[in-house]
């Protein structure tokens, strides 16, 4: 009932380093796990502790809101760079802001879009970090969830210098009211970051950290990946099999065997924002990817949730999002 260590549960904290090195290859130990109330308490405590105001930082473009927010609070200056089919485009990043103190990268899924990040790329962000003497935040939010081929392993696991903060969640592997995710920090930032976690928050709430301690050591944590991924593939099939005789012409579903969303790209002219609109007054709950952009992108599309729905209202929802394209386009 007293305060416990502003780092977190001690036994927490060595459950995390050990599921973390088997199942993403993150390469820490326990004094380097630092809990947080969610990731987004993590990017804004790595944001405070990192940059002054005024230092610039790669945020990938399209990319997370959250992110976004919390550089700008830390007084970031964004350098917005451009996503294709290997991820964040380095080489881009470098032309537009070579001097940027943190750039902000989902390597294993990038958010929205649902790339990975390349290896090429991997070692050449790695490269750039090391010379520029910069910091990477690899936000892993939902790399547990890939449906064919192993899991990816983390961009942190690559870095032999100490440049890569980690940060995930039990929010999307357990459920987001829980508010509860770490930052593996490097060696010499634990310090720091163990510092600006006392100042936000003083501790964490114990109850949870030893409730999800005896969740993972139990092995229940493990099982509770494995069924909600075989039950995320089947309800992505059901969508895709659906789409197939409703959404042709209408919304090109990219391919994208991992994550808890879908990207469907509009017919070329189609504002996502209007798409976006006319699904909302025939009730289906769609993310048009504008909403992720800082420039226009080349194509509007639509981001789609479906692991929080049955087979029965995933198909109705592909239904009605048809019916509601199907009026978009002949406006066109
Ligand atoms: C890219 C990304 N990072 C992190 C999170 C999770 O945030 P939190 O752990 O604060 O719930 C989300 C949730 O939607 C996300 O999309």
Known sequence: MRYGQPAGYRPLREAIAAYLGAVRAVHCVPDQVIM??????????????????????????????????????????????????????????????????????????????????????????????????????EDDYDG??????????????????????????????????????????????????????????????????????????????????????????????VVREEAKTELGGLLDLQSDEAGMDLIGWLPPGVDDRVAFRQAAAHGVEVTPLSAYSFERQKRGALRLGYTGYKPTELRQGVRDLAMALRGLKSRV
């Not at 550089?71 to 990043?93: S, T, Y």
């Not at 508010?179 to 970051?193: H, S």
């Not at 949870?208 to 909600?228: K, L, P, Q, S």
């Open 144 to 237: 547990e969830f890939r449906y064919a081929g192993r899991p990816l392993a983390s961009l942190q696991g690559l870095d032999g210098e100490g440049r890569v903060i980690y940060i995930g969640t039990f929010s999307k592997v357990l459920f987001p009211s829980l508010r509860l995710g770490y930052i593996i920090a490097p060696m010499d930032l634990i310090d720091a970051f163990v510092k600006a976690r006392a100042i936000v928050t003083h501790a964490s709430s114990l109850m949870e950290h030893a409730i999800v301690a005896d969740f993972i050591n139990e092995g229940h944590f493990a099982r509770h990946i494995r069924t909600m991924r075989t039950l995320y593939a089947e309800r992505q099939a």
């Open 36 to 137: 947080v109330s969610g990731s987004q308490q993590g990017l804004d405590i790595a944001a405070r502790v990192l940059l002054d105001p005024g230092d610039a930082a790669w945020i990938e473009d399209p990319g997370f809101h959250g992110a976004r927010a919390a550089l700008l609070a830390a007084g970031a200056k964004l350098i917005p760079v451009p996503v294709d089919r290997e991820g964040v485009d380095v080489e881009a990043g470098i032309r537009r802001g070579n001097n940027a103190r943190v750039a902000y990268v989902t390597p294993s899924h990038q958010f929205p879009l649902g790339t990975t990040l390349s290896l090429s790329r991997r070692l050449a962000l790695l490269k750039w970090a090391s010379k520029a003497k910069a910091w990477i935040l």
